[in-house]
Each structure stands twice: as structure tokens, then as C-alpha cells.
């Protein structure tokens, strides 16, 4: 699963894509991986690695990954071919969910495509464009569905009902995420029609320098924060050119430099959870002397799928799985203490992974 960074011309998506495959991952936990240029694999930063490795000293740390891809090119008029439109809208359809970068800072010498900045305009430009691409998937689609109802089958009368609202309001200009669905029947039914104002977005505020400790005094957040949240999705404020500055340094620099500009961790670090969070994914943790690990799960998995992340044989071979939280484990200190204490569960396989969940698993080979 994939994140793809989109944005106009000259927002800053370059700046924000090479800081993150900057910061990337540790290249020795991704020996054998050949990876396109447009795509950067990061690592997850996530403090409960390291008190888990405090407990456990092992070898090594594994970390969970995000991969982004850098989808540049988006204009107006993509969805009429105008640029290289086409080409940009099929790599978001490739993509599970969009981070959308939006201008909110002011420089004179960077010319903005709109020439002024609004960061509303520029998402409902940007947000246009996927609407007019659903909305020519739907008609296509509801003309086929529509001949299938003359079968008299009842399915497709449904379907046709719920791709007859969802193109009446996209062309209300409502993008799809934005739309509530009756139960969880439709809501399957519409995924499958993988739709662009489907996936879930984060839009990323790109402010000035000497924003970064009040992005709230950003003249244009606010309003970009209220359009959001009409949908349903999160806004967070980042200085791609401080980020870049940043993953250029060594890490024994890094700490005093963000301790010179005042904050604790890089902005990235928090984009790179939120993009984790929007994808679905939780994580899970291994734990022992050789190495302690975080697992990417999508939320809802079972017991034995999570096994099946870490080898085949564990899922087919499963027996139970040995559950501690994290925080039950921080409290008792250590995995010894933890089983004397009772805070080790055993569950089975109809059990749904919970994120922060630290476990053996244990199966017949
Ligand atoms: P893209 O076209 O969206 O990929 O934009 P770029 O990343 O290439 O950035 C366009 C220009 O804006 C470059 O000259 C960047 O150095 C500059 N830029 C990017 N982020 C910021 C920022 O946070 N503040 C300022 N002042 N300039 C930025």
C-alpha cells in the first residue's frame, strides 16, 4: 500500500519527497530492494521501538515502513488530458491514499501557478480534476450496469440506484469521501468501483520558516483546516524547506538544531505517522534478544494473518498467540515479569490484533 504526494506546480511536493527519501529507511534492513525513483520506502518513527530494545538489547531494531510516491504533473485540466493528465490520474489510482500538499506560504520569488496564494482554490482545482475522472469511471460503469438490470436481477437495480447518487453529487462537486453510504453492503460495493474522491487524504499545509512554532497565526491555515474537516480529513502544517534542511544533517545534529528552532521532532516524523494512520495500517511488535521489530497490519486482521506476515508456516501452523499490550508490559517492566504477573494472554485464532499488541506466537511446523 502506497501514498502518493499530489499538489500544483511549485508547492513545495519536490522538497517535502526528497527530505523523506532522505530520512528513508536503514538501507540495511532493505538489502535486495530495487526501488523506483518516484517511490521512497520510510521508516515509521515510533518511540515504543526503542523502549522495547531498552528492555530487550537486542541485535537489532526493525522498524514498520510507509512507501510515497511522488505523483508530480497534476494541473488543471488533467482529466482533459492537458498536460501529462491522464498518466498523473492513473498513478493515483495506484495509490491507497493521497497526501496532498497545499501552498500556504508566501514568496515573491516563487512564482505560483494561480498567482495568489489560497490554498482552497488550489485544493478544489486540484480536487475538480479527480471529480471529473470518477465521474467518467461512473458513467461508464452505470451504462453497463444498466443493461445488466434487464436480467431482472435486483443487484444491479441497487447498484444503479447508488451510482445514480454518487454522480448527481459528484457533480455537485462533492468528492466521494465526503458521502454517506447506507451500510456496509454499499460501502463494499463502492470500494469496488475504485474511485479517486474515494481514498482518504491528508492535506499537508506547507507554511514559511518562521511559522513552524505558530501555524496557527498562518493566514491561511484556518480556512484550509474548515475545509477539511467538512470531509472528514486532517490538516498538517509542515515547512518543507525546514524538513529538507533537517534530513540533510547528521543525526548528532539534528537534535541541536531542533532544539535551536524550538520543537522536539522533525515535522516529518509526524507526516509519516499520519500517512501510516490514513492507510489503515497498525502495528504490532516482536520482541526478543535478536531483534525487536514493528509488523504493519491493516486494522481488523486476525491472529493468524498477523502471523502469516512474519512467515507462511506461522499462519498455516497456528496454534495461539501470547499477547501483551505495550503499556501492560512497560508497567511490569519486563516479558518475565509480565507472565508472573498475568498480563499475558492467550488468545486464539479468531483474535483481532489490537496496535501496540507485543507477541509470540506460537504454531505446530
Ligand atoms: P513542486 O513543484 O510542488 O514539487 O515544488 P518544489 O518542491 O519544487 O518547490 C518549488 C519552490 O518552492 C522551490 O524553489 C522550493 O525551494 C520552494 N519551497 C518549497 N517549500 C518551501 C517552503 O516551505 N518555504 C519557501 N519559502 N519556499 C519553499
Same mark, same amino acid.
Given at each position: 500500500m502506497q501514498a502518493g504526494i499530489v499538489g500544483l506546480p511549485n508547492v513545495g511536493k519536490s522538497t517535502l519527497f526528497n527530505a523523506l527519501t532522505k530520512v528513508g529507511v536503514s538501507a540495511e534492513n532493505y538489502p535486495f530492494c530495487t526501488i523506483e525513483p518516484n517511490v521512497g520506502v520510510v521508516d515509521v518513527p515510533d518511540h515504543r521501538l526503542q523502549i522495547l530494545a531498552d528492555m530487550e538489547h537486542p541485535q537489532k531494531i526493525i522498524h514498520a515502513t510507509v512507501e510515497f510516491v511522488d505523483i508530480a504533473g497534476l494541473v488543471r485540466g488533467a482529466s482533459k488530458g492537458e498536460g501529462l493528465g491522464n498518466k498523473f490520474l492513473s498513478h493515483i489510482r495506484n495509490v491507497d491514499a493521497i497526501i496532498h500538499v497545499v501552498r500556504c506560504f508566501e514568496d515573491e520569488n516563487i512564482i505560483h501557478v494561480d498567482t495568489t496564494i489560497d490554498p482552497v482554490r488550489d485544493v478544489e482545482t486540484i480536487s475538480l480534476e479527480l471529480i471529473f475522472a470518477d465521474l467518467e469511471t461512473i458513467e461508464r460503469r452505470l451504462e453497463r450496469t444498466k443493461k445488466m438490470t434487464k436480467s431482472g436481477d435486483r443487484t444491479y437495480i441497487k447498484q444503479v440506484e447508488i #451510482? *445514480?447518487? +454518487?454522480? =448527481? *453529487?459528484?457533480?455537485? !462537486? +462533492?468528492?466521494? &469521501?465526503?458521502?454517506? @453510504?447506507? /451500510? /456496509? $453492503?454499499e460501502m463494499e460495493f463502492v470500494k469496488t468501483l475504485d474511485l479517486l474522491t474515494y481514498k482518504p487524504v491528508l492535506y499537508v499545509a506547507n507554511i514559511n520558516e518562521d511559522e513552524i512554532l505558530d501555524s496557527e497565526n498562518n493566514k491561511y491555515i484556518n480556512s484550509l483546516k474548515q475545509y477539511a474537516e467538512r470531509e472528514g480529513s486532517e490538516v498538517i502544517p509542515i515547512c518543507a524547506k525546514i524538513e529538507a534542511e533537517i534530513a540533510d #544533517? *547528521? =543525526?548528532? $545534529?539534528?537534535?541541536? @538544531? #531542533?532544539? =535551536? +528552532? !524550538? +520543537? $522536539? *521532532?522533525? !515535522?516529518? /516524523?509526524?507526516? %509519516? &505517522?499520519?500517512?501510516?494512520? %490514513?492507510? !489503515?495500517? %497498525?502495528?504490532?511488535?516482536?520482541?526478543g534478544p535478536k531483534e525487536v521489530r514493528a509488523w504493519t497490519i491493516v486494522k481488523n486482521t486476525k491472529a493468524p494473518q498477523a502471523a502469516g506476515k512474519i512467515h507462511s508456516d506461522f499462519e498455516r501452523g497456528f496454534i495461539r498467540a501470547e499477547v501483551v499490550s505495550f503499556d501492560d508490559l512497560v508497567h511490569a517492566g519486563s516479558q518475565i515479569r509480565a507472565r508472573e504477573l498475568g498480563l499475558i494472554r492467550s488468545e486464539g485464532k479468531e483474535y483481532i490484533m489490537q496496535d501496540g499488541d507485543v507477541v509470540v506466537f506460537r504454531f505446530n511446523v
Open positions: #451510482l *445514480e447518487r +454518487i454522480k =448527481d *453529487e459528484l457533480e455537485n !462537486g +462533492i468528492p466521494v &469521501r465526503k458521502m454517506s @453510504f447506507d /451500510n /456496509n $453492503e #544533517l *547528521e =543525526d548528532s $545534529e539534528k537534535l541541536a @538544531f #531542533l532544539k =535551536d +528552532i !524550538g +520543537i $522536539e *521532532e522533525p !515535522g516529518l /516524523n509526524k507526516l %509519516i &505517522r499520519k500517512a501510516y494512520q %490514513i492507510l !489503515g495500517y %497498525i502495528t504490532f511488535f516482536t520482541a
